[in-house]
Every structure is written in C-alpha cells, then in structure tokens.
C-alpha cells in the first residue's frame, strides 16, 4: 500500500488498527491528478484486499512554474492536457 502511495506522491497521515481483526485503516493525502488509475493500482498491489474510499480534504500549490519544461508543474499540467485531449502545447 505504501509503494503505491508514494509513486503517486501520496503521503500517509494516520495508521489506525482496528481492535480484535486484521483491519488497518490507513488515512492518505494524495493528489488529485494522481488519483485516477489509482484503485486498479491499489488492488492489483493486495490481490483485491485493499479498497480505498476518496474524498476532497484540502488544496495545496506545486511550487514550480508549469513553462518551465522538466518541473514537476509542467509534467502535470502536459499529463493533464493529454488526458484531455488538449492541444500538448500550452497556450
């Protein structure tokens, strides 16, 4: 689980076992551009044991500028557009 969390840039804030079974709930910041894919990585990582429940916490700045080619900005902002049919150049 935390192999698939970190290549997505996620972050684990809280580990929590659940008393009397083998249940960990783990509580994780993860982008929201790196999201997509991200329960079929996840299951495919614990054979199906692993299931995440989503939902929006917070926003948080890319501290890079996205014309600058090679920055982790610019990267997103190319992955984006091409996932949405966008011209690759950006305007």
């Known amino acids: 689980i935390y192999g698939v969390l970190t290549t997505r840039r996620g972050m684990v804030i809280a580990e929590e076992p659940r008393p009397g079974s083998p249940i960990v709930q783990l509580k994780a910041h993860l982008p929201v551009s790196e999201s997509f894919g991200f329960t079929g990585a996840l ?3 614990t054979a199906g044991k692993a299931f995440p429940q989503c939902s929006f916490d917070h926003w948080e700045p890319l501290n890079s500028d ?5 920055t982790k900005c610019h990267e997103t902002c190319m992955s984006i557009r091409k996932r949405k049919g966008a011209k690759e150049e950006i305007p």
């Open 66 to 70: 996205p014309l600058t080619p090679g």
């Open 43 to 45: 299951r495919a990582a």
